[in-house]
């Protein structure tokens, strides 16, 4: 036995090795006969492509023999036309007219009609069944539309397939000894001759013959279809996308394709008939050329099987003497295998009750006779405890009798049932758990057990109570969050829409909060946001919604407060006014005492708001407007308000695309001396929009100061100015004047504001000393030391600087006498309202009598009359600027202006 054990091994190899060197020996043989037809299969077609080709542009040459007669006819015809005298149609010419169509007709018998047409399309004369022009519209239409083009000596043949009597029309041009166009000369084709001269051939089998135009209609084919008379199938759409690429081409060629006529599959020379849109197309059938090559796949394909089958038989036998012999040991090994099998059952079922989920096992009287470690890790019950009791002990009383029906009745109807239930622990607790029961069957059918698992959903009913609390409320506060404001508040307004009674929704910022958090530190301000939250709260109805949207803005969604919108807006004012002495009380954080204050806005939500998002959007607009108004007060949403954002959001958007839009142009308005001639002009930006017009620059400028816009555009008109600057230098009457241009704090703070200058200042070719940057007070707020020192930069190339609007803002004497300044300019609204107001004429007296004293130039801007010139001269001032001189003014109208004056000499 030992033995035999021993040698089994080697005779099971053997038994595989003969197995595979019989499929290797068989797949060779197979891949030596495929791999031979393949080569004769390509052969075969390659030689039918061949013969095919040449059969085709042999029909070709044929047929263009055939047409090109036509066209000799035609051209006798048009000579013969030619000479008869002064174009007109006489007896000899009908004679001999008749003669050549005589002689024509027996040479070429397709010539159904031939005609003489004038060059306004009268029909001079005419032979055949119908003469010409015939009934058919759309051959009247070819033969006036050959009548105008004059690029061409003939025409291409014309067909009709439509009209059902399957002729070809043709024309040629016919032209006196002068070379004066006398008209056409017209031919019409029986393309039935086509088929005729088919029928004439004889075909191998398998062999097809057709004609086709230029458009894929069939004119002519031979052997006729199966399944339509060959005069129905004339005029015939072929759908082959491949013949038509060939024809498309320039060369004929051949391809094998599914005949769209026979349906099979053949391969189709395609012979190109010369000057004529028409093709020849031969076809052999792919199944009559590879006949031979069919034959020859059988006899291989039987030879081959044949082989196969007789060496399978002796494999078999083989194989079946060494099975024999292995199935005596597979029965041994076979016992010990359902040996060890049992035993693993015995232990995976073990180890699969003892699972994380909890389990018991009941009779069919509901009686518990088995549970696992984790049910007693659950239940806070031993085995002990509740073996032979009924599993109604776990019952915590919060199903109903109804519930423990429908859970039965599932059991009982499809075998098993699944669910959450609340059970109740040996310690009392009530807890949530998954349970699944199932009924185990006999195999009568009868239920022998119930099979029950259960596992503990109290960390995860935790954790989506923790996911809901983040997603939904503020960590901070405890507060809802913006998401679930606007959830409720989208069902406020639809709510709203359905109601009588209106709701409003405060927006609320606090005033001083950031201060407080940057020099304080985070967590102090955490601990007074929730401080304001609780405030906030307190002063809320119960049924309101308090939410932190964020940072330091909260939001009050006040819902049923009266039915009318006085009376809301009067309950809403009398919940802001109490908020905001809610909020104005002294904050204690640790030792520190610290005020605080509010600013709210405040929208109604039945006042045409259609979105949440925009709702929130008007509050937060009616917030701003209190924070501007002075904060620690409230604002109700002024549509206006809305407006005036609005507008600013397209001023910005438009404005981002102005200057490369080529919208943004430079007015100028000229300066002058005491003499009234032109020292100087100011550069002033416009903006022509292309569909608002000209907007006036106190609406855009602000937005895009705001936007930091004025940077980039700042830079732009800086550039723009020195360029005009520069050319101004070539001109004697214009090199000495001054341009002034105003430049934005925001600009002018940039840290490469000097090496931007200076470099445009040197790609320009502009003179330093003639350019004059208007700067304004509020530059000089923050960090002076830091301005002052660029203006000695700047200085120090030989730009000057002017304080524009001085007197309007936090004029300071300090800073004016260490500042690099070259010239003050009295701001218009002084001048203007020079004789209106004392004051304006003290001040004015001052800031001359100043800029005298500090050694500066001192000019006077919105200077609109006379009055005002002589006032300003009699008190020290003597450069002007304003309405009284010129309007600021496009370069173009700048220029002529500057001709017509007289311009000072420089300094």
């Known amino acids: 036995m030992i033995h035999a054990r021993n040698q089994q091994p080697r005779r099971r190899w053997s038994a595989l090795q003969a197995a595979m060197i019989y499929t290797m020996a068989v797949t060779l043989v197979l891949l030596v006969i495929v791999w031979a037809l393949k080569e004769r299969h390509d052969r075969e077609l390659d030689a039918a492509e061949g013969r095919v080709l040449a059969q085709a542009e042999l029909m070709a040459e044929w047929a263009s023999g055939t047409f090109n007669s036509t066209d000799n006819t035609l051209s006798g015809l048009a000579n013969l036309f030619a000479l008869s005298i002064d174009g007109n149609i006489d007896q000899r010419f009908a004679r001999a007219f008749e003669s050549l169509v005589s002689q024509r007709q027996q ?102 013959i057709a004609f086709i135009d230029g458009n894929l209609r069939l004119i002519a084919r031979r052997p006729d279809l199966e399944s339509l008379p060959m005069t129905q199938a004339l005029g015939m759409q072929v759908d082959a996308p491949a013949v038509a690429e060939l024809i498309a081409g320039e060369r004929s060629g051949a391809v094998t394709i599914r005949s769209p006529l026979a349906g099979d599959s053949r391969i189709f020379g395609i012979g190109r008939v010369e000057g004529m849109p028409i093709v020849a197309a031969v076809g052999f059938s792919v199944r009559s050329v590879l006949a031979s090559w069919y034959q020859q796949v059988v006899i291989l394909t039987f030879g081959w099987l044949l082989t196969a089958a007789l060496g399978l038989l002796i494999l078999l036998h083989y194989l079946r003497l060494s099975r024999t012999e292995a199935e005596l040991q597979c029965s041994e090994q076979a016992l010990r295998q359902i040996n060890h099998s049992l035993q693993a059952e015995l232990r995976i079922a073990d180890m699969a009750f003892e699972t994380h989920l909890g389990m018991f096992i009941t009779d069919a009287d509901g009686i518990i006779r088995k549970v696992n470690v984790t049910f007693e890790r659950i239940t806070g019950y031993s085995a002990d405890e509740v073996l032979g009791e009924n599993p109604r002990l776990l019952n915590s009383g919060r199903h109903d009798a109804s519930f423990y029906r429908e859970m039965w009745g599932s059991i009982h109807e499809k075998g098993s049932w699944q669910g959450e239930v609340w059970n109740r622990r040996k310690n009392g607790d009530t807890y949530p758990q998954w349970v699944t029961i199932s009924a185990v069957k006999d195999v009568q059918g009868e239920v022998t057990h119930y099979v029950a698992t259960i596992s503990d959903l109290t960390h995860r009913k935790a954790a989506e109570q923790e996911a809901h609390r983040l997603a939904f409320f503020d960590p901070l506060t405890g507060l809802p969050n913006r998401r679930m404001l ?78 009318t919108i006085d009376g809301t807006s009067q309950a809403a004012e009398r919940l802001a006014t109490k908020l905001l002495g809610k909020l104005t009380q002294p904050c204690w954080l640790g030792e ?39 904060r620690n007060t409230l604002r109700f949403f002024d549509p206006v308000m809305q407006a005036v954002a609005v507008r600013r959001a397209m001023i910005e958007s438009d404005l981002r695309q102005a200057a490369r839009r080529d919208e943004l142009k430079l007015f100028y308005q000229i300066q002058v001396d005491g003499k009234s001639q032109v020292t100087g002009v100011e550069a002033l930006l416009r903006w022509e929009h292309p569909e608002h017009g000209m907007i006036p620059p106190n609406d ?188 600021p003014l496009p370069i173009h109208a700048l220029t002529g202006l500057l001709e017509s004056s007289t311009c000072a000499a420089g300094r």
């Open 107 to 208: 040479s070429l018998p397709f010539l159904d009609a031939l005609g003489i047409i004038s060059h306004t399309g009268e029909t001079l004369y005419t032979i055949g069944n119908p003469g010409f022009p015939g009934h058919d519209m759309e051959e009247r239409a070819f033969i006036r539309r050959f009548l105008q083009d004059y690029d061409q000596s003939h025409s291409d043949s014309y067909w009709n397939p439509e009209s059902g009597d399957h002729r070809m029309l043709y024309l040629r041009r016919m032209f006196d000894a002068d070379g004066f166009f006398l008209g056409v000369a017209a031919a019409r084709l029986d393309l039935f001759f086509l088929t005729h001269a088919l029928q004439r051939l004889t075909l191998d089998p398998g062999e097809s």
């Open 700 to 887: 855009f400028i602000p937005v895009a100061e705001e936007s930091y816009l004025i940077v980039s555009i700042g830079n732009w008109v800086l550039e723009t100015a020195c360029r005009q600057l520069a050319r101004w230098a070539s001109d004697p009457r214009t090199a000495e004047l001054t341009m002034a241009i105003n430049i934005s704090p925001l600009q002018f703070q940039q840290p490469d504001f000097v090496a931007s200058l200076s470099a445009v200042l040197e790609t320009t070719g502009a003179r330093p000393e003639r350019l004059k940057l208007e700067l304004t007070e509020t530059l000089f707020m923050e960090e002076p030391e830091a301005v002052r020192e660029t203006m000695r930069r700047v200085q120090a190339m030989g730009v000057c600087f002017s304080l524009d609007d001085f007197g309007t803002g936090y004029s300071s004497l300090s800073y004016l006498s260490c500042l690099p300044l070259d010239q003050l300019k009295i701001d218009q609204s002084f001048v203007r309202t020079l004789f209106q107001d004392v004051s304006n004429e003290m001040i004015c007296a001052t800031i001359i009598s100043l800029g005298r004293n500090l050694g500066l130039e001192v000019i006077a801007e919105g200077v609109e009359t006379q009055a005002h010139r002589d006032w300003l001269e009699a008190h020290g001032c003597h450069a002007y600027q304003g309405y009284l001189y010129s309007r």
């Open 592 to 630: 520190r005492r610290h005020l605080l204050s509010g600013s709210i806005g405040i929208t109604l939500l039945g006042d045409g708001v259609g979105r949440a998002e925009e709702c929130l959007q008007q509050a937060e607009m009616a917030m701003y407007q209190a924070k501007q108004a002075g």
């Open 486 to 563: 606007l959830d409720r508040l989208a069902e406020a307004l639809e709510a709203s829409r359905q109601s009588e009674q209106q709701s409003v929704l405060l927006f609320i910022d606090l005033d001083g909060f950031k201060h407080i958090n940057d020099s304080l530190g985070h967590q102090l301000g955490d601990e007074l946001l929730q401080l304001m939250a609780r405030r906030i709260q307190a002063v809320s109805r119960d049924a309101d919604l308090v939410a932190r949207l964020g940072g330091d803005e909260f939001v009050i969604l006040a819902e049923g407060l009266g039915e």
